[in-house]
């Protein structure tokens, strides 16, 4: 009689039971490992942990992702047991989900997963960017530099001295006709500083000091231009009031000069 109830008494010990299990888990994985286990339930979990939905969440969205069971282990430690199950997958990555548990009851669930590298988005990106780069090249040598580039023209290239001159002294006469006195004597001794700038100069000449000093290079006498040109400038900086008759006397000599 005393030794059947010593033998109850070692089945209802909790080191036992937990010895007995962890026993059962090893030849379970043993076995599972030769016959290539490829699912949690094909692994003999606890019922608690079986029932915990975090962990079946975590299971099924491994087995989305293409992991499959690579193994289970059990680890009792005094307060807690730990189950852990690994996951492989076909490009080698690995993943480990984890569970404590604590008086038959799931406290903690875990997942470990190797972080996807950067470089294949990095990759993909790079195409992309190489695509768009060479696509746009194309379309540009293809359809807008074959267009024909109309070059803008400028004043200097459709008018010489003489025109550019006189167009700027119908201006001055026009200025005039509007009562515009200071406009028109701006424009005329403009006139006859570019005329002198460009076809005695290299037509960088702006100011009267500089007229005069090209002219007078020529052997010509500058009593006439600098006449022209001080009243014109008394007149346009208002140091001089103007006269429309005295304008129109300016324009006739700059015509005669030009």
Not at 127 to 144: D, E
Request: include cysteine; charge should be negative; aromatic fraction near 8%.
């Amino acid at each position: 009689m005393l030794h059947h109830q010593t033998k109850f008494k070692a089945y209802k010990n909790p080191i036992f039971l937990h010895v007995f299990l962890v026993i059962v888990l090893i030849l379970f994985c043993v076995i599972s490992s030769v016959s290539g286990a490829t699912g949690v339930d094909d692994i003999p979990v606890p019922d608690q942990l079986r029932s915990d939905t975090t962990f079946l969440r975590y299971d099924t969205d491994l087995d989305t992702e293409g992991y499959a069971v690579s193994g289970f282990t059990v680890r009792m430690n005094p307060d807690n047991t730990v189950v852990t199950v690994s996951y492989t997958r076909a490009d080698g990555k690995e993943a480990i989900l984890s569970a404590d548990m604590t008086n038959d009851s799931v406290t903690k669930i875990t997942l470990e997963k190797e972080e996807e590298p950067l470089w294949p988005l990095l990759l993909t990106f790079l195409c992309i960017l190489v695509v768009c780069a060479v696509s746009g090249y194309y379309l540009y040598t293809r359809y807008v530099s074959s267009m024909p580039v109309e070059e803008p023209v400028t004043e200097t290239e459709i008018q010489d001295s003489h025109t550019k001159a006189e167009e700027l002294l119908r201006q001055a006469e026009q200025a005039r006709d509007r009562n515009d006195l200071k406009t028109a004597y701006g424009l005329a001794g403009r006139a006859l500083r570019i005329y002198i700038s460009e076809q005695y100069g290299n037509g960088t000449e702006e100011t009267n000091m500089e007229i005069i000093h090209v002219y007078q290079e020529t052997g010509k006498k500058t009593d006439t231009i600098q006449n022209v040109l001080d009243t014109c400038s008394f007149v346009e900086f208002a140091r001089k009031n103007g006269d429309s008759d005295e304008l129109s006397s300016i324009v006739s000599v700059i015509r005669g000069l030009i």
